[in-house]
Nanobody
Framework: EIQLVESGGGLVPAGGSLRLSCVSS????????IGWFRQAPGNEREGISG????????WYKDSVKGRFTISTDNAKNTIYLQMNSLTPEDTGVYYC????????????????WGQGTQVTVSS
């Protein structure tokens, strides 16, 4: 059973930075993309960034390219999302998630979810 536990959310002013962490366990293969989804108030949950367990390739939503960086520490079974130059539009609940390879990085494809961590960016 895949388990994902997020941490690192908080309240930050516009222009600031946060680093989210996701500790994972229970993977039986490398055939997954692990990454982050975001759900802003009143909006649908959407994919933000992902990284392949198999080869380390990454993907970013256009609106976060150049500001967010996803990375892994395999020895610690941990995925990170470094978020810089934050804006109020980045506010929402951030969820760590696992998606089997061969699927779009969308909520319908997710096999396992973390519990979510709140990020609030003030103006």
């Amino acid at each position: 059973e895949i388990q994902l536990v997020e941490s690192g959310g908080g309240l930050v002013p516009a222009g600031g930075s946060l680093r989210l962490s996701c500790v994972s366990s229970g993977f039986s293969s490398v055939d997954y993309v692990i990454g982050w989804f975001r759900q802003a108030p009143g909006n649908e949950r959407e994919g933000i960034s992902g990284i392949s367990k198999k080869d380390g390739s990454t993907w970013y939503k256009d609106s976060v390219k150049g500001r967010f960086t996803i990375s892994t520490d395999n020895a610690k079974n941990t995925i990170y999302l470094q978020m810089n130059s934050l804006t109020p539009e980045d506010t929402g609940v951030y969820y760590c998630a696992a998606v089997p390879v061969g699927n779009y990085f969308s909520p319908r494809s997710v096999s396992s979810w973390g519990q979510g961590t709140q990020v609030t960016v003030s103006s």
